[in-house]
């Protein structure tokens, strides 16, 4: 089993900076993909982007490129998603999820993510 636990949610004014944290623990072997992903009262949950496990392969969804960043430590097999410029639309309960490899063609995918956290939510305020 791999455990996710997912930190650094809060309010925030439209603008500001929020750096999201997620600890993994158990099966590390298992976290080869991480990713995040969002999702808002009545919507389906989307991906915001993902991380490859040498750090090099970092997609992201359209609505946050340039504004937010993907990385991780795995000396402390943490995972990160800076997130800068904040917008009410970014306002969700944002998830951390893992996965051994698979093709990152399929990484925006949550069904094929393996392991999740509970999540942390993200208020943005206008």
Do not use: H
């Not at 158990?26 to 989307?46: D, S």
């Not at 000396?75 to 969700?92: G, I």
């Not at 999820?97 to 305020?125: E, I, L």
């Amino acid at each position: 089993q791999l455990q996710l636990v997912e930190s650094g949610g809060g309010s925030v004014q439209a603008g500001a900076s929020l750096t999201l944290s997620c600890v993994a623990s158990g099966l590390t072997y298992a976290a080869y993909v991480m990713g995040w992903f969002r999702q808002a009262p009545g919507l389906e949950r989307e991906f915001v982007a993902a991380i490859s496990w040498s750090g090099l392969e970092t997609p992201y969804a359209d609505s946050v490129k340039g504004r937010f960043t993907i990385s991780r430590d795995n000396a402390r097999n943490t995972v990160f998603l800076q997130m800068n410029s904040l917008k009410p639309e970014d306002t969700a309960a944002y998830y951390c999820a893992s996965a051994p490899y698979f093709s990152n063609t399929q990484w925006s995918n949550p069904g094929r993510y393996d392991y999740w956290g509970q999540g942390t939510q993200v208020t943005v305020s206008s």
